[in-house]
């Protein structure tokens, strides 16, 4: 058994070194001399280290209103997806109804369509709003887009979640809602959190419809900043490499500060009182 988890571990180190490699290169990358990362000898370790990527990347360029950008739309949608897809999933989850099971299979087949089939109708439908080239338009895109798996996902945590602990709340005097709120909503913290970040880090890393509906450079976010490294004259690979990392920057942060969420919800609200 011990050279079985021995072999397990190293088995698992080499798959998370394999994955991290990419992003490693990308900050090692950001900090070199433009001709260092142009060069063919693909140093594992920088020879020499320089920050001026970042200040081209910051400074020469509007990279703090992209980024404004992206946190209000990309919030603003995961927000509107926790709270209509929470509501959603209880639905789902406590109360039968007919044309429940079709709900929940329009809500799969929603969330396996791909993401690019629906650009012409989502462009249509913007145009005719007169949503084209305002962040609404975003907004509601990656709400939509978002919002299925966010449905389908919180529907399993709250069937993972007692239902006598309601119904125990509500023979104390709570009502419905009140035993939800009491009840379920803090049990359903980890849940919450998971899909809040799944459903971040989908919104953030958007590239095609911000770059089709927002034709003024002033409203279109980080992932389209990226591209404004590309010239005629070529690529700057050392400030596209800084502005990738300041770009993974917001979702690690986003991470870190509901992380332990994660865990701190799984037994509050199981208390009476």
Same mark, same amino acid.
């Given at each position: 058994?011990?050279?079985?988890?021995?072999?397990?571990?190293?088995?698992?180190?080499?798959?998370?070194?394999?994955?991290?490699?990419?992003?490693?290169?990308?900050?090692? /990358?950001?900090?070199?001399? =433009? $001709?260092?990362?142009?060069?063919?000898?693909?140093? @594992? *370790?920088?020879?020499? !280290?320089? +920050? %001026?990527?970042?200040?081209?990347?910051?400074?020469?360029?509007?990279?703090?209103?992209?980024?404004?950008?992206?946190?209000?739309?990309?919030?603003?949608?995961?927000?509107?997806?926790?709270?209509?897809?929470?509501?959603?999933?209880?639905?789902? /989850?406590?109360?039968?109804? =007919? $044309?429940?099971?079709?709900?929940?299979?329009?809500? @799969? *087949?929603?969330?396996? !369509?791909? +993401? %690019?089939?629906?650009?012409?109708?989502?462009?249509?439908?913007?145009?005719?709003?007169?949503?084209?080239?305002?962040?609404?338009?975003?907004?509601?895109?990656?709400?939509?887009?978002?919002?299925?798996?966010?449905?389908?996902?919180?529907?399993?945590?709250?069937?993972?979640?007692?239902?006598?602990?309601?119904?125990?709340?509500?023979?104390?005097?709570?009502?419905?809602?009140?035993?939800?709120?009491?009840?379920?909503?803090?049990?359903?913290?980890?849940?919450?959190?998971?899909?809040?970040?799944?459903?971040?880090?989908?919104?953030?890393?958007?590239?095609?419809?911000?770059?089709?509906?927002?034709?003024?450079?002033?409203?279109?976010?980080?992932?389209?900043?990226?591209?404004?490294?590309?010239?005629?004259?070529?690529?700057?690979?050392?400030?596209?490499?800084?502005?990738?990392?300041?770009?993974?920057?917001?979702?690690?942060?986003?991470?870190?500060?509901?992380?332990?969420?994660?865990?701190?919800?799984?037994?509050?609200?199981?208390?009476?009182?």
């Amino acid at each position: 058994m011990t050279i079985r988890r021995y072999g397990l571990s190293a088995l698992a180190l080499a798959i998370a070194l394999v994955f991290a490699f990419p992003t490693y290169w990308m900050v090692t /990358s950001s900090i070199k001399p =433009r $001709g260092d990362v142009l060069s063919t000898s693909y140093d @594992l *370790v920088p020879t020499s !280290v320089t +920050f %001026e990527n970042y200040a081209t990347a910051l400074f020469s360029s509007d990279f703090l209103r992209y980024l404004g950008n992206s946190l209000l739309v990309t919030l603003t949608a995961v927000a509107c997806s926790l709270v209509a897809g929470t509501l959603a999933a209880l639905a789902m /989850s406590r109360f039968r109804f =007919r $044309g429940r099971k079709g709900f929940l299979m329009l809500v @799969l *087949v929603a969330q396996m !369509v791909p +993401f %690019e089939a629906l650009m012409v109708p989502m462009f249509l439908f913007m145009r005719d709003l007169g949503l084209l080239n305002k962040l609404p338009a975003l907004i509601l895109v990656y709400w939509i887009t978002t919002l299925p798996f966010t449905i389908w996902s919180l529907r399993g945590f709250i069937d993972g979640i007692p239902v006598d602990l309601e119904e125990a709340a509500m023979v104390d005097g709570c009502s419905r809602a009140e035993a939800f709120r009491r009840v379920t909503l803090p049990l359903l913290g980890p849940g919450l959190v998971a899909t809040s970040v799944f459903a971040f880090i989908t919104a953030w890393n958007e590239f095609l419809y911000a770059l089709v509906l927002m034709r003024s450079e002033s409203l279109q976010t980080l992932p389209v900043f990226l591209k404004t490294f590309t010239t005629a004259f070529g690529t700057d690979w050392g400030a596209t490499m800084a502005s990738a990392t300041l770009f993974t920057l917001p979702v690690l942060v986003f991470f870190l500060a509901v992380q332990r969420k994660m865990v701190s919800g799984v037994t509050s609200g199981a208390v009476k009182g």
